[in-house]
Structure formats: C-alpha cells, structure tokens
C-alpha cells in the first residue's frame, strides 16, 4: 500500500482499450517500445506519488526499420525443389509439409521462411503484439515488423498447443497468428493433439470455453510441417537402408491421420546434398532473392483481384482466406449433393467444378480462368491419382500462385502439372 505501480501482463491490450476509449493510461515504467499508434496518452509511473512531482515519462515509438535476420537460404546448398515450394508457399499462404530423412536440412529450411515473407502491416504488428504482451512474451522483433514463427515442441501440451489456464492465456497457434507456425517431426505429436489443429486451420482462430465465459483468441498462420519418412528415418533414402516393418511404417505415417495431412498444398521430399553442392554453398538462390519474387507475386495477385472486382487481400499476411473458404464452401456443397452416393475422381472432379460454377467458390474458378483444355487435365490428374474433393480445390488454388509467381493473369497446364507434383509423391522401401 505504498503506492508503487506494478507491471502487468498485456499492457498492450490495456493500452488498445483506452485508445478506443478516448482515455489516458496510467502503467509502471514498460522498458521497451510500443507501435506507433499506442500509447498516445500512455503515462509511465514508479509510483502514485511521482504525479505530485511531475517524475513521469511516456513510451518510446518502436523503429520499425531493423536490420533483417542474418540467416539466409544461400547458406543452404542444393534443395533447389523445397526451396521452390517455400517460395510458392510463401506467395500464396499455402500450408506445406517437407518429408525427409535426419540431417537433410528441413528445419534449416523451414527456419529461413520467414526471411522470404512481407512484412507484418500496421494493423498485424498490433494483433501480434497484442498477443505476445497477453502471454508476457517479448515481442520487439513483431513491432519491427518481422512475422512471428513459432516451433513448438512435440511433447506440448494441449493448453500449450491451443491455450488454456485461468484467466486463458493463448498457445503457439494465436503466438504464430500472422506468422508460421512449424511442427517439426509432426508424427511425434499425440494423433489428439493433432487433431485439435483443424479449428484454427479452418477458421482462423481458438476458442477456449470455461465456466466463466468463452475466450477466443486469433489464430490465422501458415502451418509448415516436417516429417521423416518412417520411424528410422531412412525410408526411400538412397544412402541408408530402411529396416521399419512395412505395418512399423503405416502406423507411423497414420500418427498425422489424413483429413489433416489433407489440408496441406504442398508436399514435398528433402534430400541430403552432394557434396559438390555443399562447397558450393552460397551460390544457389538468396531470401533476397526469393523474397522479391514473392512480393511482386502478392503484388500481382493484389492487381488481379482488383480487376476482377474480387477485393484487395493484401492485408491478409501469409494466409489463403480467401482460396481456403471458396475451397470450403465447394467441399460442402459437393458432400450434400453427393451423401451416400459413390462417385469415381473424374465425376467427383467435374461435380465440384460444376459447384463452383454456380455460385460457391466461383471466386477461385474465376481467378484460374480454366479453359476446355485445362479442365480436362485437371479431371484426368484427379482419376489417375485419386484425389479428394479437397486435394481438387488445394491443387487449383496452388496453381493459381504458381501462375501469380510467373504474372500470369491466367492457369495453364504447366501451372496444373508443376500444383500436381506437391501432391503427389511415391516412396519405395529399400
């Protein structure tokens, strides 16, 4: 009771509140910056008493103008073909899963994407660091303007994984809102745990119901995934035999179950480098590099929208909103058309066309601007590989970036097939 101030997790959110309500705020001394547009009316105190006297301070604006992160994708040799699907992911906001044996670079690879990403707007670096003040986390490089990439550890908990606790506290999904989150060795988590990621993957955000209320916190991310192959890790590899039982490698890869590894874009294998691509570390493709490429993607993609009338997304980050819901608006119409029917893929294929045709999704088809020809091979490539009604909608929409990336108003067949080979992947055992 001796009048002194004490610090308080989410200041920032206080600070948001009374910005909104036209109020000051009153906060012991914070010790770091604050977003440009907070803390206009912010006072920093030791004690009541520093009032009397005048011995108050305000928070210092954050610069937002850092240097970048001083790792770089030069630094990794040869995996020239992840290195293209980070890109195309990091374009589109697509969720993407690299499979491999140990020590062929997949958390290097993973680590680096956030070199290639825009940075976070005004508007996300104030959510984000909304977020991280809540849960009493630094979040100086967010006000930068870096995007958050969270890389929880399998063993995590569901409160750790989603949030939970009293008062609720949010977990690396909403930390990794506007950012990346990465699982790597995604099998090694609970098959429950796993599960539970379909809510935030699908709308963005977490619910946590207590007997107090329900707390929802923002979860929007792009989800990037690591996996070996089997449970030694050397299925497929070239160099080492695998010595997993064929039943050892099934239940393995079930642990990820398929409507979730369903939901990934992008597929793709990671292969240790030759050697001769090691010492010639430094001369493949930088995050400059492929961070302008990505940029001017998003820009074109912005241009397109804009004349089709579809609206500007710029100010969705790394995420598919808009792909994902006319995805899912298409899958849900299809299944009540077709309950308890069985369809072949091509009849599946032209069903879901069709349903976007007349009205759900329609913004997805129209963005492709499928012709005769490309509809035929989108049927053709749903026959021969069995894929789902999502897989369908998932392989369009990575299309559709591929075309951004080339600044091609249109998708054609090279866009189609290049979509196809991240869904499709055959591992032989050896």
């Not at 992160?69 to 030069?74: Q, R, T």
């Not at 062929?104 to 993973?110: D, I, P, V």
């Not at 060795?185 to 007997?211: C, D, H, K, Y």
């Amino acid at each position: 009771m001796d009048g002194s101030v004490r610090p308080v997790r989410g200041l920032l959110a206080y600070e948001r509140l009374a910005q909104d309500q036209g109020l000051g705020l009153l906060s012991a001394p914070i010790g770091r910056s604050t977003p440009g547009n907070f803390g206009q009316q912010q006072i920093c105190l030791d004690n009541l008493s520093d009032l009397r006297f005048g011995k108050f301070s305000s928070p210092s604006v954050c610069d937002q103008h850092k240097s970048r992160p001083l790792i770089d994708y030069a630094e990794i040799a040869g995996n020239d073909l992840p290195k293209r699907a980070l890109q195309i992911a990091a374009a589109g906001g697509h969720a993407l899963m690299m499979i491999g044996p140990p020590g062929s670079g997949k958390s290097m690879l993973a680590a680096r994407l956030s070199t290639i990403l825009p940075d976070l707007s005004d508007g996300e670096r104030q959510e984000s660091a909304m977020i991280h003040s809540v849960a009493g986390m630094p979040y100086d490089d967010i006000l930068a303007g870096r995007r958050p990439f969270r890389s929880p550890h399998h063993a995590a908990s569901r409160a750790g994984l989603l949030g939970g606790g009293s008062p609720p506290m949010p977990g690396e999904v909403s930390l990794a809102h506007n950012g990346v989150l990465f699982l790597d060795e995604m099998p090694e988590f609970g098959g429950s745990t796993l599960q539970l990621l379909r809510q935030p993957i699908e709308q963005g955000r977490v619910s946590l119901a207590r007997v107090g209320g329900t707390t929802i916190f923002p979860a929007r991310f792009m989800l990037v995934a690591a996996a070996n192959p089997c449970p030694c890790g050397y299925l497929g590899d070239p160099q080492h035999d695998c010595h997993c039982a064929q039943a050892q490698i099934s239940r393995y890869q079930g642990r990820i179950g398929g409507p979730l590894m369903d939901r990934f874009d992008l597929v793709v294998d990671v292969w240790r480098s030759d050697p001769a691509q090691v010492l010639d570390t430094g001369k493949g493709s930088s995050s400059g590099q492929l961070r302008s490429a990505v940029l001017s993607a998003r820009d074109f993609r912005d241009w397109r929208c804009s004349k089709r009338a579809i609206g500007s997304i710029s100010e969705q980050g790394p995420t598919r909103i808009n792909a994902a819901q006319a995805s899912q608006q298409v899958l849900d119409e299809v299944e009540k058309k077709t309950v308890g029917q069985s369809m072949n893929p091509s009849d599946r294929a032209d069903e879901i066309i069709g349903t976007c045709q007349m009205g759900a999704g329609a913004e997805l088809l129209e963005a492709c601007s499928l012709g005769h020809k490309q509809r035929m091979l989108i049927e053709e490539v749903s026959r021969r590989y069995q894929l789902s009604g999502r897989g369908i909608m998932r392989t369009l929409a990575v299309a559709r970036t591929i075309a951004d990336l080339c600044q091609d108003e249109t998708v054609n067949e090279e866009h189609i097939l290049e979509a196809v080979t991240y869904r499709v992947r055959e591992v032989e055992c050896r």
